[in-house]
């Protein structure tokens, strides 16, 4: 016992040493400056919760977190939604099935800046032709707008990840019995009852997976809505990663922006942890 665990400390010992360096060290260095004057260079003043009080006065701070927001929900929503729907389909019974995985995975693949100037060309060049076309106004100037630049990227975050959570739910839905399945065929249990009442609750582990990996990764964007909307129009479609990236960098305010990724810091990991627990709650339930 006394080997194993000399072994186990032996291989963790590099991850914990590169997690403390890279993560846990800069932290409490960023922490530290986010309540001094810190420029980016060094910190001649310690200026206590003055940035902190300065951000719930920054309106464009305040809509940026309320536009992330509404941008998390609906991505989850979707992205799960989507992933779902693509791996029952996927795990169907099909000659073209492990063909279909590949295809729907392969938007992930793709970086986030590409993603983001390859559907602006749809969205501007494409949907613009097809307005032309039809004479359906709604289609012309897509990313204009407020409205159309959130939705703009709802669509893309959905398409590049919707195939990215389908492999978690392939994996626990090829893990149910199918006995279970047979036996409530047998017992008279359409389609829709089969997947409500066996599918579901068996695959309930992966939406706390999925879940999280969603709202994290719909928090923290920042590639696609650089290359997509650039936080346009008059910083309307700007989401919190770009509102801190424009504070450091394009205002010069570090230790304001420090402050500012704090905060979100601390959102972003509330809402992932309440969702975790309220979720393997639901698993022990159902």
């Known amino acids: 016992m006394r080997k194993q665990s000399l072994w186990y400390w032996l291989f963790l010992f590099p991850v914990l040493i590169a ?70 389909i996927v795990t169907q019974k099909l000659k073209t099935s492990k063909i279909m995985r590949t295809i729907f995975f392969m938007p992930n693949l793709i970086g986030g800046l590409i993603l983001g100037f390859i559907w602006q060309f749809i969205f501007i060049k494409v949907f613009a032709g097809i307005g032309d076309l039809l004479h359906v106004e709604g289609f012309r100037g897509w990313l204009s707008t407020t409205e159309t630049g959130f939705w703009g990227l709802v669509i893309l975050m959905s398409w590049q990840m919707a195939g990215y959570i389908m492999v978690i739910y392939i994996a626990y839905l090829e893990n149910i019995p199918q006995e279970l399945l047979e036996a409530a065929e047998i017992d008279g249990a359409n389609s829709f009852q089969r997947f409500r009442h066996i599918t579901f609750p068996l695959v309930a582990p992966a939406f706390t997976v999925s879940m999280f990996l969603t709202l994290s990764n719909s928090f923290k964007l920042y590639d696609q809505n650089l290359s997509l909307t650039g936080g346009g129009p008059y910083d309307s479609t700007q989401m919190v990663a770009m509102n801190i990236f424009k504070t450091a960098f394009a205002e010069n305010q570090m230790a304001y922006a420090q402050s500012k990724a704090v905060i979100f810091f601390l959102i972003v990991t509330v809402i992932s942890l309440t969702q975790v627990y309220f979720n393997k709650k639901r698993e022990v339930e159902m």
């Open 19 to 88: 997690l403390t360096v890279v993560v846990i060290i800069p932290f409490i260095f960023g922490l530290y400056y986010s309540f001094t004057n810190w420029n980016g260079i060094q910190s001649t003043e310690f200026v206590g919760f003055n940035h902190y009080i300065k951000l719930f006065q920054d309106g464009k701070f305040l809509h940026s977190i309320w536009f992330t927001t509404k941008f998390a929900i609906a991505s989850v929503f979707f992205i799960n939604f989507f992933g779902l729907i693509l791996a029952l």
